[in-house]
């Protein structure tokens, strides 16, 4: 067999083609990454404002919580005692986006739900009046209850609450539930069988993308749990009109949590999934 020979000149373009490469794939990573943005940067509520707030540097029932870097929900309250709901809302709109969080119940729930499954909610598209408890919004549940739970008091990540008469979404559906084989309906509230929370305590990971008007996709820990279409508007004349756009928000409701890692990615305005 006859011996093979490799020479510097003969190494030295495959070289350079591999650094190229990885120098090109760093450079996308980390383009990526920068992509998002925190809303929360772990130590201030600066860029947020509470419907209860009773004034400038208060933020209502959300405080932050430096060890967790988290934004803490009822903190130092007494289980059990009187509370009231509450929301915290960014203070700039955004239209086509990815919106990534993390949220972890605590163990307190008050006065008037303190035994009812732990809720909370995830708002997008906040508009009208943002004292209102609760603001004009779509909203992706936050909460404890079991997927395959059908009781009236069911509180399960993913499922679709409408804010407001005048809104309307559609949704694929089998007599309410979420159904990615059927056709978009419209529907005020839909529940979803897909999706777990981690125990008690532990770490959940939510993410929704918007695109616009035209459809929002409900993430749980890594898995799509339900998907709306077409978001309109009808004014008191009946004009129809899109809903592109509004504020984020956080839902306090009677339940201790937390909420971290709030981070955004705008997309541009004719990007679809």
């Known amino acids: 067999m006859s011996e093979l020979n490799f020479s510097p000149s003969m190494l030295k373009p495959a070289l350079n083609t591999f650094v190229a490469f990885v120098v090109f794939f760093l450079i ?18 600066e860029g947020w404002i509470a419907a209860k707030s009773s004034g400038e540097d208060d ?8 060890k967790e870097k988290a934004i803490h929900v009822y903190a130092g309250e ?3 005692s009187i509370q009231q709901t509450d929301c915290l809302i960014t203070e700039f709109e955004f239209s086509h986006y990815v919106l990534k969080l993390e949220y ?11 035994d009812w499954d732990r809720d909370a909610g995830l708002l997008f598209h906040v ?15 936050i909460g404890e209850s079991l997927a395959n739970k059908t009781e009236d008091l069911r509180f399960h990540t993913g499922d679709l609450w409408v804010l407001g008469n ?8 089998t007599n309410g539930w979420y159904d990615s ?14 999706g777990t929370e981690k125990p008690r305590g532990k770490w959940n990971k939510m993410e929704i993308r918007v695109y616009g008007s035209e459809k929002a996709t ?15 508007q009808i004014a008191k004349d009946g004009a129809v009109s899109p809903l592109e756009n509004g504020h984020i928000g956080l839902q306090a409701e009677f339940a201790e949590l937390l909420y971290r890692k709030i981070r955004i990615k705008e997309l541009p305005e004719n990007s679809s999934d």
């Not at 004009?136 to 549940?141: A, D, F, P, T, Y």
């Not at 005048?166 to 559906?173: A, D, F, G, M, N």
């Not at 409900?218 to 309109?232: C, K, P, S, T, Y």
């Open 218 to 232: 409900f993430i749980l820990n890594g898995e799509v749990v339900l998907e709306i279409f077409d978001f309109v």
């Open 78 to 80: 007494k289980e059990g």
């Open 28 to 45: 996308c990573t980390q383009t990526n990454a920068q992509k998002f943005k925190p809303l929360f940067d772990g130590k201030t509520l």
């Open 181 to 194: 084989n059927e056709i978009p309906a419209e529907g005020l509230h839909r529940k979803t069988r897909l």
């Open 127 to 141: 508009h009208g009046d943002l004292k209102k408890i609760w603001p004009w919004s779509l909203e992706m549940q």
């Open 104 to 114: 972890k119940w605590l163990e307190k729930r008050f006065d008037p739900r303190t």
């Open 166 to 173: 005048h809104l309307r979404v559609k949704t694929p559906h």
């Open 59 to 66: 933020w209502g029932n959300f405080s932050v919580n430096k």
